[in-house]
């Protein structure tokens, strides 16, 4: 198999809004000046402080969404794209954390409307909600600490390098368990779990890692959910496989049944049955769609992004655009 370079600046651009890569995309963008929801009000970026003390810092005691908002030119519209869904998992997120949202879904859906607009947005952009522990106190726990909550939001670039498919490694880094930390909750402390199997892939020169469960089935990628395609048939771990219950997995899942009406099985994945799946696809709010062409040294199908892949990155790709008549509930307008 020919050597591939690791496509490390996009793997930097999806995961890290932080890389250079990023930077580059909202230049001419100011963070400090940006609006954002803390404490209850609109506020500059740069008039929002947190304390040295705060437990989510110390212990993880935090939930969070990332969610994207889609810039179409044709319709000078700005799509957020399954908000309510977003707000839905961040209320269960803090529901297991035992934590206080006082904002319903609908009410938060249309505090990130305001946000964008305000931040007049005209291009694409990413949305990031907070539940946090925010008492200035130690001791590790939930109970009898105050809960704070914040939205900002930040230009996130389009990137069109979807062509070159990922190379991946299994972890040896296994995936939290769920009566250990709730892989199905979106809490900020367990994503060092997500950043110790990403670092460990990134310095082997890899695009991604490919987390395994406590029994050695798979579960997911570092902050991707995970497909593989057997002769025709999409196949993915259940949601009781300590998989994050994602919103692109759910919207390709979705598509893959209704309109393309090809069979699809939530079961679990065994390690060797991703060397010899004709596809793998990760996919995620980041990382959007993408195809992997190598696993642990192993070529998966020809190497490139898979015939399947490829249409349903094309198709999610309009769709979260609002170019699909029948997925356009999904996308909801700014202006
Ligand atoms: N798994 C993990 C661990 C993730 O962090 C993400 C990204 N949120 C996903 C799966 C994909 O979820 P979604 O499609 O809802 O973004």
């Not at 930040?154 to 299994?170: D, I, S, W």
Request: charged residues 25%; aromatic residues 10%.
């Amino acid at each position: 198999m020919a050597a591939q370079e690791p496509r490390r600046d996009l793997a930097e651009l999806l995961f890290d809004p932080h890389s250079a890569a990023a930077a580059e995309m909202s230049r001419g963008f100011d963070q400090d000046e940006a609006w954002v929801f803390y404490q209850g009000e609109q506020r500059r970026y740069r008039d929002s402080r947190i304390g040295l003390m705060t437990h989510a810092l110390h212990y993880g005691t935090a939930c969070f969404e990332g969610i994207r908002a889609y810039w179409n030119p044709e319709r000078e519209q700005l799509y957020i794209f399954r908000p309510l869904d977003h707000f839905q998992r961040l209320h269960q997120s803090a529901s297991i954390l035992r934590m206080e949202l006082p904002y319903s879904a609908e009410e938060l859906v249309e505090t990130s409307i305001q946000l964008l607009r305000r931040n007049q947005f005209r291009t694409d952009t990413y949305i990031r909600p907070l539940v946090y522990k925010s008492s200035q106190e130690i001791g590790v726990r939930l109970h009898n600490l105050e809960d704070s909550f914040l939205i900002y939001t930040q230009p996130f670039g389009e990137y069109h390098e979807r062509t070159r498919a990922l190379r991946c490694m299994v972890s040896t880094w296994r995936r939290v368990d769920d009566n250990a930390a709730p892989a199905r909750a979106k809490i900020s402390g367990i994503y060092i779990n997500s950043a110790l199997a990403k670092t460990e892939a990134f310095e082997n020169g890899l695009d991604e890692a490919i987390v395994l469960g406590q029994d050695g089935h798979v579960c997911e990628g570092s902050a991707e959910n995970l497909f593989i395609i057997r002769k025709g048939t999409l196949i993915t771990p259940p949601v009781s496989d300590n998989i994050l219950e994602g919103i692109t997995r759910a919207t390709l899942m979705q598509y893959w049944t209704e309109d393309l009406g090809l069979p699809l099985v939530e079961r679990p994945i065994d390690r060797t049955e991703l060397y010899i799946a004709d596809e793998v696809i990760l996919c995620g709010t980041g990382a959007q769609i993408s195809g992997v062409g190598e696993i642990d040294h192993r070529q998966v199908g020809d190497g490139k992004v898979g015939p399947f892949t490829r249409q349903l990155d094309e198709v999610y790709n309009r769709l979260v655009r609002g170019e699909i008549e029948k997925y356009r509930e999904w996308c909801t307008p700014v202006y």
